[in-house]
């Protein structure tokens, strides 16, 4: 095996602990004390993990790079990055968990591969088609539950705002990473997309910060879930393509299922171990080569 191939592979291992990681926010959030708003909980994640990536950049002396900071694509990504959290939780609130998240997270890879390919000359190939078909059918069947479902337009545009979002994300932190450290992309980007946010700090109650079970939460999302989950993505986004990247993302709502029939004892149906399955299938299929 060449350099280059155990480079690529490493990537690909990198972004699926990053997923996993990220997948564990919604157990924190089930942990987190009665009053914790959504809107609230993404605002002090974005700060905690902003400040935590500040300091490990500033610690590895990757601010101090000669190169000259492109401001657009850091503004742009700090605003998708925040985007990504209003609209994604905006959408949930009018529609559903269920559909909300399926169309969030199912519409990111077939428009990060859209992007990649007009933008970068990135062709998914293949590969890529058949593990995000995979994949995607099986984050339908994990998160869509029976019964009646409550659809609305206002809330699949929002869902699919978030999709982009987190698409343009990947983008445009692909390009920054081709000539900064990982380390301070993720520091700059996330503190400015802490401080878009930081007016929900006087909108919503952050009582539930003073209280321990509080503290432990958001250290968690902030410095694991985000600070730690973010600077694996980045680095093994450097090797991999946005729309791969993307799709291995959807290791995250895997995740969150397993980790709510261990830790939460909630009980997935039939179709959902399917899904679990199918999803297991299309992330082997881009990750082992």
């Excluded at 996993?20 to 609230?40: E, S």
């Excluded at 994640?45 to 601010?63: C, D, F, N, V």
């Excluded at 206002?154 to 000539?179: Q, V």
């Excluded at 959902?272 to 990750?287: D, E, H, K, R």
Aim: charged content about 10%; aromatic content about 6%; proline content about 4%.
């Amino acid at each position: 095996m060449e350099r280059s191939d155990r480079v690529i592979i490493g990537g690909e291992w990198l972004v699926l602990a990053a997923a996993v990681l990220w997948g564990t926010t919604g157990t924190a959030q089930a942990f987190a004390p009665a009053g914790a708003q959504p809107v609230g909980v993404g605002a002090v994640r974005l700060a905690i993990g902003g400040l935590a990536l500040l300091a490990l950049a500033a610690g590895r002396g990757s601010l101090r790079s000669r190169t000259p900071w492109p401001v657009l694509p850091t503004l742009l990504a700090a605003i998708c990055i925040a985007a990504y959290q209003l609209c994604f939780f905006a959408a949930v609130a009018s529609t559903g968990v269920a559909v909300g998240t399926v169309v969030a997270i199912g519409s990111a890879p077939v428009l990060a591969g859209a992007l990649g390919w007009l933008v970068n000359r990135e062709r998914p190939g293949g590969r890529w088609g058949l593990a995000t078909i995979l994949a995607i059918a099986g984050c339908a069947l994990l998160v869509l539950p029976g019964g009646q479902l409550t659809i609305h337009f206002w809330g699949i545009s929002l869902a699919l705002g978030a999709g982009a979002c987190y698409a343009l994300y990947a983008l445009l932190t692909k390009r920054l990473l081709e000539r900064l450290a990982p380390e301070a992309v993720m520091a700059v980007v996330f503190c400015l997309g802490a401080i878009l946010l930081a007016p929900a700090f006087l909108l919503v109650d952050m009582s539930w910060l003073a209280r321990g079970r509080g503290v432990a939460v958001t250290l968690h999302l902030g410095l694991v879930a985000t600070a730690l989950a973010y600077t694996l993505f980045a680095r093994g986004l450097k090797a991999v393509a946005t729309a791969s990247a993307v799709t291995l993302s959807l290791a995250e709502p895997l995740t969150a299922g397993l980790l709510g029939v261990l830790l939460l004892g909630e009980a997935l149906a039939l179709p959902a171990w399917i899904g679990v399955g199918l999803l297991f299938c299309g992330l082997a299929l881009l990750s082992i080569k």
